[in-house]
């Protein structure tokens, strides 16, 4: 059965989503800010050039939508870009599907709502309350908070992994680049997920039978391995020299993420997921997805 679909966002995941789910002959429309990125998506998706977070987009869009996806990315990194692009933008979803009413609303949050740093497991369950959380994480937890109360028979919140996947591997990356110093210590875990799987799990989602109501889901590989232990097997891979942890080699991507002066280091469970829904990761663990990504780079 052919369903149409309106999605916000035309960056890693919206963009595949769109083009899968036309290459199927679904009706797929797109909202994005960016009409750069339009410029790259494949014929017949159907584009809107709005900001989420205003009006101007509400009357643009199709009527009749089944499913809506919501994921944008951060809008520029910045604590505003954040606000606007997650909770100001979801507020401007709630304004349009209370007349709209679609059949389903699923918006991809992140496991980054998290905050354990002692490498236990975490369920869905397990979001400290908090009376004052760090901004970022006070910001994704008041935008899902939000994607329960849209107006639609279901509401899905997919709280993604780390998202890799073609065009999207700064490890190989650096790499390639003939780094081969990295930050220590690096034994804390990564938790990661494929950018099929999770557009997999967008669409498992939207067609499982799920009772009507707010639904909460890690969605990951399940198979968490260390920074230190994935960057070995890349490099050993690579066929390059053993890579060396120091502990003075600066990391300003981990330390816009240190909870407490710790990295975030926990086992994200996405069993939930897999029992309601039936999903099961195309890539079931790291060696699995950047196999081909590997293959991809030998071909270059």
Request: glycine share 10%.
């Amino acid at each position: 059965m052919k369903e149409s679909w309106l999605i916000f966002g035309c960056g890693y995941i919206g963009r595949a989503l769109a083009e899968g789910l036309c290459a199927e002959g679904h009706a797929v429309t797109v909202v994005s800010r960016s009409e750069e990125r339009f410029a790259r998506l494949a014929p017949g998706i159907g584009a809107v050039v709005a900001d989420l977070a205003t009006s101007a987009w509400h009357e643009r869009v199709p009527a009749g939508v089944d499913f809506v996806v919501n994921c944008v990315s951060g809008g520029g990194g910045d604590l505003a870009g954040y606000r606007r692009s997650y909770v100001e933008g979801m507020a401007s979803i709630r304004r349009w599907a209370a007349a709209a009413s679609p059949r389903g609303f699923i918006y991809t949050g992140s496991t980054g709502v998290y905050p354990q740093t002692d490498g236990g497991r975490v369920f869905e369950d397990d979001v400290p309350a908090e009376e004052t959380p760090p901004p970022r994480r006070a910001i994704l937890l008041e935008a899902e908070a939000a994607a329960l109360k849209v107006s639609a028979a279901r509401r899905v919140v997919l709280r993604f992994s780390g998202l890799y996947g073609p065009g999207r591997h700064y490890l190989l990356d650096a790499l390639m680049r003939g780094e081969l110093v990295f930050p220590a210590p690096a034994d804390f875990f990564l938790n990661l997920l494929h950018r099929d799987d999770a557009v997999a799990a967008i669409r498992a989602a939207a067609e499982a039978d799920l009772p009507p109501g707010g639904h909460v889901y890690n969605v990951s590989d399940n198979a968490p391995s260390t920074k230190e232990a994935v960057i070995r097997w890349v490099a050993s891979e690579l066929g390059c020299p053993p890579p060396v942890f120091d502990e003075a080699q600066p990391d300003a991507r981990r330390q816009r993420r240190l909870v407490g002066g710790l990295p975030p280091h926990r086992i994200v469970d996405a069993s939930r997921f897999r029992r309601e829904t039936g999903w099961v990761p195309q890539y079931p663990d790291f060696q699995a997805g950047y196999r081909p990504l590997l293959e991809a780079v030998r071909r270059k």
